[in-house]
């Protein structure tokens, strides 16, 4: 996802020279090409994500498009009092990029696992958030996010490495979920690159007859109501998949325009993390399978409930 993204966002900054990429101390490796391509349009904050922050909206609010970039919690968590207060108050053109959502730094540990910050980002108000399934979907909520106005959480995972299937016509359009597999017998709501796991699942489930609706949710804020009143009452079993905590991600924003709405499925469970830490270290597919987010636990489980 990481180079899908900064490969479009080349293509605009060839274009645009409004638009800054802000750095703490990060990715010299892959932005090498960008830098010496762009040098006006890169900046290297330093491990000072605060102060990037605060130095990207002020450049927001004097009219360039910034974008910051960093690990998942630390472009995120460290400097949430900064996106919070200076970029979302401001609704400014801050453009907030993490690359490792998830279990993607696995074997580096606590520090570096993300798993509540889509929780956190969603609920601060006058900000995007976006979590993409698929190479496509990142290039295109890339484009997205930089002809849109306002703040923006992009974050990127270093699992699922293909295209989502889709139909060639399609556009991307953010708050608009996309339907990746049809059925009519249950959903599958999905945010990230875990979305390899859920195709396995919905693999195995049409080799039981089960025809099951995969859903990528990749806007999380602000959700796709319609998409899933429609899978309610349609499929009337419900099921979400994201690595992140099951607290306030997308689970439960599902869950709140159920609740809302009045409109109740017959079965509806959350995949995702617990409330806990994780004091174990490893890959990111050791970990899935450590907390219950592989395909066969999760597929075990869905059929189960059906």
Partial sequence: MRDQFIQRLSEHVA??????????????????????????????????????????TGLALAGKRVITYSIGNFCTLRCLEQIRNDACYHDANVKVVSIGGGFSYGPLGVSHHATEDLSIMRA?????????????????????????????????????????????????EVGKARVLEQGDDCTIFVSGGILEEVLKVHSMLKDRGIQARVVSMHTISPIDKNAILDAVK????????????????????VAEVVVDSGVYPKTFQRFGLQAEFSSIVGSQQYLRKCYELDSETIFAKILKSL
């Fill in 234 to 253: 349609t499929t009337q079993k419900i099921f979400t998949v994201e690595e992140n905590t099951i607290l306030g991600g997308l689970g439960s924003a």
């Fill in 15 to 56: 274009k645009e020279k409004d638009i800054l990429l802000v750095t703490g101390d990060l990715g010299f490796g892959v932005f090498n090409k960008f830098r010496e391509d762009f040098p006006e349009n890169f900046i290297n904050a330093g491990v000072a994500e605060q102060n990037m922050t605060g130095m990207a």
């Fill in 124 to 172: 601060l108000p006058n900000l995007v958030s976006l979590a993409p399934c698929g190479y496509w979907e990142t290039r295109e909520a890339t484009s997205a996010m930089l002809k849109t106005p306002g703040t923006f959480y992009l974050r990127l995972d270093k699992s699922y490495g293909e295209d989502s299937p889709r139909d060639p016509s399609e556009k991307f």
